[in-house]
Antibody
Framework: QVQLVQSGAEVKKPGSSVKVSCKAS????????VSWVRQAPGQGLEWMGG????????NYAQKFQGRVTITADESTSTAYMEVSSLRSEDTAVYYC???????????????WGQGTLVTVSS | DIVMTQSPDSLAVSLGERATINCKST????????????LAWYQQKPGQPPKLLIY???TRESGVPDRFSGSGSGTDFTLTISSLQAEDVALYYC?????????FGQGTKVEIK
């Protein structure tokens, strides 16, 4: 059974950076696209971007281009998402999620991490 | 970018009754070469990540009760809960994966009347 386990909650100051990890177990990691989705308090789901580890090139929503960096370490089956220049509006739960098949950027998200709460506050 | 709009924002349905949620996209998510609609539905309960219910607009994910069904094609889609159970109280989201950036509807809150 595939599991995605994310790193723990973070409290950050405005202007700083945060890096969230997502470790996969129980299945193949490298061939599946992994997305990052965030959810601000009481709000809906927002796709930030993702990557297919075997290819290594990340795909970002324009809104996050330049401020978000998504990477992966195939040796540890771990994906990472770093947000820089944090502001209060970045306070949210951040989820990683894996696509249902290996066709790449054309699959529903069937496995989700438990979520990581990032709080940005001075 | 494709914008997804759900209706209604919330609905209250009696136990055992039908719940219907609509989702509309600003452009077609039907890929003509394989005749598949790149549309998924998720259920989210408080404090939990979203759970995939339906993909390819009408294919039920393994383990999802058959009271959940999806329909529609092109730009208009529907999620139906045929007989609402107490455990179905949740937020429901549609999502297009036709192209990146992926996008979600704003969510529909389903409650018991």
């Amino acid at each position: 059974q595939v599991q995605l386990v994310q790193s723990g909650a973070e409290v950050k100051k405005p202007g700083s950076s945060v890096k969230v990890s997502c470790k996969a177990s129980g299945g193949t990691f490298s061939n599946y696209a992994v997305s990052w989705v965030r959810q601000a308090p009481g709000q809906g789901l927002e796709w930030m971007g993702g990557l297919i580890p075997i290819f290594g090139t990340a795909n970002y929503a324009q809104k996050f281009q330049g401020r978000v960096t998504i990477t992966a370490d195939e040796s540890t089956s771990t994906a990472y998402m770093e947000v820089s220049s944090l502001r209060s509006e970045d306070t949210a739960v951040y989820y990683c999620a894996r696509e249902i098949d290996t066709s790449g950027w054309s699959g529903a998200l069937d496995y989700w991490g438990q979520g990581t709460l990032v709080t940005v506050s001075s | 970018d494709i914008v997804m709009t759900q209706s209604p924002d919330s609905l209250a349905v009696s136990l055992g009754e039908r719940a219907t949620i609509n989702c509309k996209s600003t452009q077609s998510v039907l890929f003509s070469s394989n005749n598949k609609n790149y549309l998924a539905w998720y259920q989210q309960k408080p404090g939990q990540p979203p759970k995939l219910l339906i993909y390819w607009a009408s294919t039920r994910e393994s383990g999802v009760p058959d009271r959940f069904s999806g329909s529609g094609s092109g730009t208009d889609f529907t999620l139906t809960i045929s007989s609402l159970q107490a455990e179905d109280v949740a937020l429901y989201y549609c999502q297009q994966y036709y192209g990146t950036p992926y996008s979600f509807g704003q969510g529909t809150k389903v409650e018991i009347k």
